[in-house]
């Protein structure tokens, strides 16, 4: 068991650019989430996924954001047209089947927008 | 809506004292609760959990949370820290209907020697 792998681990980007990030989960996990975690806060819940269903969105997940897991396995997550307010650490989460699904993080995407 | 305060950002203590960092949340349904660990630059780790059963609960690093209902709380203790515990501490909950976590802001614990 590797845990979840984040790719990249940072990036910096020039406002207006595109930008995607990618999401490896632990291998047997179904249920995979991403989170915005912004300084000195606490993770912020923006999307989930149940396979390659996308369940539930938050609304902090505005038009410029859109995420896939196209075979239910990684999952990606691209920001279009950038904006200083994006800069912020990318957290994904997979967990397993369950009620409880106690929820397992990755290293993190930092997202610098200049 | 559920809701979690951290109400300490911030919490110095001495090397070998004991430790405890406080959380109160809010929700309308039954909740399960966790705590995680974040390391400078690192994603979150899970150090414990409160899905139903014995109030109590262990979980890595000697790390130990009480459950109370009545009060809303889930208080995170230690009795005895080490330098390595150094970290941003969150508390976290998430109701039985749904998949999100809500977190706290999150307790600096800061080691000293």
């Known amino acids: 068991d590797t845990g979840v792998s984040q790719d990249p681990r940072h990036k910096i980007t020039k406002r207006g650019q595109n930008v995607t990030f990618r999401c490896d989960p632990i291998?047997?996990?179904?249920?995979l989430y991403w989170y915005r975690q912004t300084l000195g806060q606490g993770p912020e819940f923006l999307t989930y996924?149940?396979?390659?269903?996308?369940?539930?969105k938050s609304r902090l997940l505005s038009d410029r954001f859109s995420a896939e897991r196209p075979k239910g396995s990684f999952s990606t997550l691209e920001i279009q047209r950038t904006e200083q307010g994006d800069s912020a650490m990318y957290l994904c989460?997979?967990?397993?089947?369950?009620?409880?699904?106690?929820?397992?993080f990755g290293p993190g995407t930092r997202l610098t927008v200049l | 809506a559920q809701s979690v305060t951290q109400l300490d950002s911030q919490v110095p203590v001495f090397e070998e004292a004991p430790v405890e960092l406080r959380c109160n949340y809010s929700?309308?349904?039954?909740?399960?609760l966790f705590w995680y660990v974040q390391y400078p630059n690192q994603g979150l780790q899970l150090l414990l959990k409160?899905?139903?059963?014995?109030?109590l609960v262990k979980g890595i690093n000697g790390f130990e949370a009480e459950f109370n209902k009545s009060q809303t709380s889930f208080h995170l203790r230690k009795p005895s820290v080490h330098i390595s515990d150094t970290a941003e501490y969150f508390c976290?909950?998430?109701?039985?209907?749904?998949?999100?976590?809500?977190f706290g802001s999150g307790t600096r614990l800061q080691v000293q020697p």
């Open positions: 989460a997979s967990s397993g089947e369950g009620g409880a699904d106690t929820q397992y």
């Open positions: 409160y899905l139903s059963g014995s109030t």
């Open positions: 929700s309308s349904v039954s909740v399960y």
């Open positions: 976290a909950v998430k109701n039985t209907g749904r998949r999100a976590l809500t």
């Open positions: 291998s047997e996990h179904n249920r």
């Open positions: 996924f149940q396979n390659e269903a996308q369940l539930e």
